[in-house]
C-alpha cells in the first residue's frame, strides 16, 4: 500500500478529508522551502503539492506562474527539487510529498532516471500536467515500477471516456479541476462540483482531491463536505508574496491551520 492510499483511508476511518496545500519548490527562496513544508504539516496538511518550477506553466495562473519565476531565478532546477525532499524525508518520513509539475524537466533526465532518483528521495507520488492520460501508459508503469502514484488531472470539461481512462491509470488520487481557466482563477461552484464526484469515484476508483478557487475557510469546508481532499495552492502563495522571510512560515501556518479548521469544522458537522 503507497503512503498516499495509506494517508486517505486512515483519515476515512476517523472520518476526515484531506487537505493537500501547494506551494513552489525555491519560492520565495530555495532555504525556505524546507521549512515551509514542516510548518505545512504542522498546520494540519495531510499530503503537500510541491511544485517543480518551470517557465511556462501552462495550467497556471498569474500567482503560481511568479512564483515559478522567482525559482528559476534562484538557478532551482528538478534535482535541486529533489534534494529538497530528501532533506524534509531527515526529519519526516510520515507525511507523502507529490511532486507537481510539468513534462520537460522530466524528460529533459529522462523518464527511468527521473523515477529512480524521485523514489530515492522520498517522493510518493507524481503529477505532471501535461501528460494526458492516452499518453501516459508508459509513464505510469515507471512511476508504479518505483513505487511512485501516478495522479492525473481531470476537469469539469472531461468525457467519461476520459474519466475511463484515468481511471485505468491513476493511483493515489485524482485531481479535480473545480472551474475551467488557470489557477487562482474565478470563483468554484461547489453545487457543480458535488455533481461530477460521485462520477468519478466510480470510474477512477481513488480518492478526488478538488483545487483551483479555493481561497478561505469557508470553501475549503464546503468542497471538504462533498470531496475526499481539498487542494489550495494559489492563495498560499499570495500569502507568501506578502511576508518576509522572517514571517513566511508563521503568515502560511495560520493560513494553513485556518484551512485545516474549516473542513474539520465541516466534515465533523
Known sequence: ??????????????????????????????????????????????????????????????????ASER?????????????MVANFRADN??????????????????????AAAALDAGVDGVLVVDYPPEESVEFAQAMRRNALD????????????????????????????????????????????????????????VPVGVGFGIRDAATAGAVAAVADAVVVGSRIIEELEKSTAETACANVRALVADLRRGIDAATQA
Open 1 to 66: 500500500m503507497s503512503k498516499i492510499q495509506a494517508t486517505f483511508e486512515r483519515l476515512q476511518a476517523q472520518g476526515r478529508k484531506a487537505l493537500i496545500p501547494f506551494i513552489t519548490a525555491g519560492d520565495p527562496d530555495p532555504a525556505l522551502t524546507v521549512p515551509l513544508m514542516h510548518t505545512l504539516v504542522d498546520a494540519g496538511a495531510d499530503i503537500i503539492e510541491l511544485g517543480v518550477p518551470f517557465s511556462d506553466p501552462m495550467a497556471d495562473g498569474p500567482t503560481i506562474q511568479r
Open 71 to 83: 525559482a528559476l531565478a534562484k538557478g532551482v532546477s528538478l534535482r535541486q527539487v529533489l534534494s
Open 150 to 205: 501516478p495522479i492525473f488531472l481531470l476537469a469539469p470539461t472531461s468525457t467519461e471516456a476520459r474519466i475511463s481512462d484515468v481511471g485505468a491509470l491513476a493511483s493515489g488520487y485524482v485531481y479535480y479541476v473545480s472551474l475551467k481557466g488557470v489557477t487562482g482563477s474565478a470563483t468554484l461552484d461547489v453545487a457543480a462540483v458535488a455533481k461530477r464526484i460521485p462520477e468519478i469515484r466510480g470510474r477512477t476508483g
Open 93 to 114: 518520513s510520515e507525511t507523502p510529498v507529490v511532486l507537481m509539475g510539468y513534462a520537460n524537466p522530466i524528460e529533459a533526465m529522462g523518464v527511468e532516471t527521473f
